[in-house]
């Protein structure tokens, strides 16, 4: 099967080619210089940057692969969550191109593509080996542990009940007076702090269920740079309370990954989204898991941020497996959870 694949749940354009489950193309255009300015995403900016940059990437992503639009035997999109008029400009082009070509359309949950995307691997067979596992997402908005049991059958264990763990990262970020975005700013002067300088609370960490937290911890930041103005004079102080704050978030969400996967008697443990992309989760996750005999599966670095190829080869797995194809007079579904 020769798929295509749209995402637009955010600010980042992409569109993907997939053929057999190889990523023949994958092409991604990014809006953060645009957003910096504003310290985050501006809704209306990103809808503007959609209809700017969508065809010119899809032209880019067909011609990589080496097709022609005509080839195409599916459509798949991003149908939800996300920004709701950054979602419609993506899905809406889904369905006229499926509809143009007479093709099947397949609306994908955006964070059940990152659920699968540990198993996409570009230079063979995807989803080789799978098996049962405890789930990670972690990214600027969502903060989910998954129980996926098999392909396409998973069950959501714990989520959010505030900030997710990348929220928390930037809203940090920019208590400090660091660039947007502040995760991987703050990754960047972690490297050069000592993380057990300063402690701050581990939200939850302790609690039996498999939710998180992490308002509170932004809040003990807040008051901690009251108290202590003196750190902002450092670059060594800077990066100490940067080292500081990523253990607090690092520690929770691999404790609370490791302590389910144990519960559930699984061996594998998987991790994806843009908060895997911090050196220090993926470094801690597997120091714990090589400590439990877990096997750890982290989804490439390019397939953590938000793009089309899991978009695409999540589609093409969903119509192998028989999943009905979506309505081409479906809406978006911005609020849509992962059940």
């Not at 960047?188 to 581990?202: D, I, Q, S, T, V």
């Not at 269920?209 to 509170?216: I, L």
């Not at 009251?226 to 940067?242: F, G, N, T």
Request: with cysteine; aromatic share 6%; hydrophobic share 40%.
């Amino acid at each position: 099967m020769l798929l295509a694949g749209i995402e637009t749940s955010c600010d980042e354009t992409g569109v993907a080619v997939v053929r057999d489950g190889r990523i023949l193309s994958n092409i991604v255009s990014s809006q953060i210089k645009l957003h910096s300015e504003y310290g985050g995403v501006v809704p209306e900016l990103a809808t503007r940057e959609h209809l700017k940059n969508l065809l010119p990437v899809a032209e880019k992503a067909f011609a990589e692969a080496q097709i022609n639009s005509s080839d195409i035997e599916a459509v798949a999109a991003t149908q939800g969550p996300g920004l709701p008029p950054a979602l419609h400009i993506g899905f809406v082009a889904a369905q006229s191109f499926a509809y143009a070509l007479g093709k099947p359309l397949i609306g994908i949950n955006h964070h059940e593509a990152h659920l699968y995307s540990p198993w996409i691997q570009e230079d063979r067979g995807q989803f080789q080996n799978f098996q049962s596992n405890v789930s990670l997402i972690v990214s600027g908005g969502h903060t989910l542990l998954v129980h996926v049991k098999g392909e396409l059958d998973h069950a959501v264990l714990g989520s959010t009940v505030d900030d997710a763990a990348g929220e928390c990262f930037d809203k940090t970020a920019k208590l400090i007076g660091l660039p947007y975005p502040g995760g991987p700013e703050m990754d960047r002067l972690a490297e050069r702090g000592n993380p057990r300088a300063h402690k701050f609370p581990r939200p939850m960490i302790n609690d039996p269920n498999d939710d998180f937290s992490f308002s509170g911890l932004k809040t003990a930041v807040r008051y901690f740079l009251r108290d202590h103005p003196e750190v902002m004079q450092s670059d060594a102080a800077i990066c100490d309370l940067c080292a500081s704050v990523q253990a607090a978030i690092v520690d929770v969400l691999v404790q609370k990954t490791i302590r389910a996967a144990k519960r559930l008697g699984v061996r594998c443990v998987t991790a994806s989204g843009g908060v895997t992309c911090n050196s220090r989760l993926r470094a801690e996750m597997e120091n714990a898991c090589r400590k439990n005999n877990f096997e750890l599966r982290i989804a490439e670095r390019k397939l953590c941020t938000d793009n089309a190829a899991m978009i695409a080869v999540l589609g093409e797995r969903k119509l192998m497996k028989g999943t009905p194809a979506t309505p081409i007079s479906a809406e978006i579904s911005a609020s849509w959870s992962l059940i």
